[in-house]
Structure formats: structure tokens, C-alpha cells
T-cell receptor, first 110, second 114 residues
């Protein structure tokens, strides 16, 4: 069974700062790597994802993936108060299944 | 925008009672999933389905059954509810990995078992 760990558990950053969130996974056969964001009391919503080693940027958000290290990360540039949420990483494997981490709770202080 | 709805949104049940949570999607996705979310455990997969008539066990299936009678509908059944099943339950739909493999979540059902 896939093991997924996220760090840190919680984070407070000032508005405008760079935020970095980390995710390690155990299954080297994982094929798909996603980040979901969940605002308080709401459903999780996909933020961005990557299939191949390297980096992918969409607006203020960047994913880094290093399959050999079993690690991927999310970086948020110019963090905004609206970015305050629970961030869930989710590697996916055969069978179109995702295994979610326990999340990083981010608070952006205006 | 993909649409996944769940009913009921809130449910209070008694220990030993039967509970059915329903999920409907209008995305024509093949795959549907049931998760529960508890503080400290994140989202955990209970059951999933690849299409009408199919159900598969997820990571924590004990105490739960699932039913997929059609492409659009996927139910989660608790035959004998226990207080340990108090949680928030999310249904999601998604398709095969491709360039875009997002899962779309419903709004969640808050279940309390007394």
C-alpha cells in the first residue's frame, strides 16, 4: 500500500512570500502526481499535476518532481490570503487510484 | 465544469442502523470513488468503480459496501453503522490517465453515528 507523507503539517507565511510544500511517496511505480487544494468546509479541488520528471509552471504555482528521490513539491510564488487552505498531495498508480497525504495547512497572513 | 452531487449532505444515524450515501455525476466519467476524510488521516479510499456494475475495494473497505448501478450513480452502503464511521464522506469521478486526469469531488456528506 502506497505511503504518502507531507511536510510541513502547517505553515504560516506573510502575504507576498514564496511557499514550498513537500510530498514523499513510497511506490516507485507511481505514474501521476497531483496537488489538490481544499478550502475550509469545501471539497478538494485539483490544483495542478505532472506526469514526468522535472518542473511544470502554471501562473504562480510550480510543481517539481523527482521520481528517483520519491519526492515532489509545490511552490507558490507571491502567496495571497486566498491561498490559505489545506494542500493535499496525491501520487497515482495503476488503476487510476490516487493516494492522498494528510495535508499541509497553509495560512497566508495579510 | 464537471458536476458531482451527493445526498444527503448531513446524516445522523444510530449504531447498528443501515446508511446509504448516494452520489451522482453528469460528467460521463468511467471511474467513481468514495473517500472518507478524518482529521489526521487525510482522504482515504473506501471503494471505487471502473463503470456500471463494477466495484473494487480501496484501502479501507471493511464495514462498507458499494454499488454502481449505472454510469451516473455510485452508492456507499453501511449495513451496520458504528460510531467509528462518523466522518465526512466525499464522492469523486474521474477518467483514465491522459493529459488531464483530474478527479472531481462532490460537496461531501457529514455522517454522525450515535
Amino acid at each position: 500500500q502506497q505511503k504518502v507523507q507531507q511536510s510541513p503539517e502547517s505553515l504560516i507565511v506573510p502575504e507576498g512570500a514564496m511557499t514550498s510544500l513537500n510530498c514523499t511517496f513510497s511506490d516507485s511505480a507511481s505514474q501521476y502526481f497531483a496537488w489538490y487544494r481544499q478550502h475550509s468546509g469545501k471539497a478538494p479541488k485539483a490544483l495542478m499535476s505532472i506526469f514526468s520528471n522535472g518542473e511544470k509552471e502554471e501562473g504562480r504555482f510550480t510543481i517539481h518532481l523527482n521520481k528517483a528521490s520519491l519526492h515532489f513539491s509545490l511552490h507558490i510564488r507571491d502567496s495571497q490570503p486566498s491561498d490559505s487552505a489545506l494542500y493535499l498531495c496525491a501520487p497515482g498508480n495503476m488503476g487510476y487510484k490516487l493516494t492522498f497525504g494528510t495535508g499541509t495547512s497553509l495560512l497566508v497572513d495579510p | 465544469e464537471a458536476a458531482v452531487t451527493q445526498s444527503p449532505r448531513n446524516k445522523v444515524a444510530v449504531t447498528g442502523g443501515k446508511v446509504t450515501l448516494s452520489c451522482n455525476q453528469t460528467n460521463n466519467h468511467n471511474n467513481m470513488y468514495w473517500y472518507r476524510q478524518d482529521t489526521g488521516h487525510g482522504l482515504r479510499l473506501i471503494h471505487y468503480s471502473y463503470g456500471a456494475g463494477s466495484t473494487e475495494k480501496g484501502d479501507i473497505p471493511d464495514g462498507y459496501k458499494a454499488s454502481r448501478p449505472s454510469q451516473e450513480n455510485f452508492s456507499l452502503i453501511l449495513e451496520l453503522a458504528t460510531p467509528s464511521q462518523t466522518s465526512v464522506y466525499f464522492c469523486a469521478s474521474g477518467d483514465e490517465w491522459g493529459n488531464y486526469a483530474e478527479q472531481f469531488f462532490g460537496p461531501g456528506t457529514r455522517l454522525t453515528v450515535l
